[in-house]
């Protein structure tokens, strides 16, 4: 689950950037930045969710699985 979320915000990065460059284009300057900023964090966020850690493992992989409630 935890894949689909990062894969997810990577591909809103991405349209986020796209999005900023088009609005660029068009003459807007405050709308494109904050674009870009948010495109920034999301991506610094997936970033920091897929560096290993001292153990080698990922904080994906070391997160608790999630437990339905019955």
């Keep these: 689950m935890t894949d ?3 894969s ?4 809103t990065a991405l ?3 796209a999005g900023a460059v ?3 284009r068009k003459g807007e300057r405050q709308r494109p930045a904050l674009m ?3 495109a920034a ?3 610094t966020n997936v970033v ?3 560096l290993p850690t001292t153990d080698g493992q990922t904080l994906t992989a ?5 437990e339905s409630q019955p």
């Design 15 to 17: 349209a986020l950037v």
């Design 62 to 66: 070391a997160a608790p699985p999630h």
């Design 41 to 43: 964090v999301m991506i």
């Design 48 to 50: 920091i969710w897929s």
């Design 4 to 6: 689909a979320a990062l």
């Design 8 to 11: 997810l915000a990577m591909l």
């Design 36 to 38: 870009a900023i948010l």
């Design 22 to 24: 088009f609005l660029w």
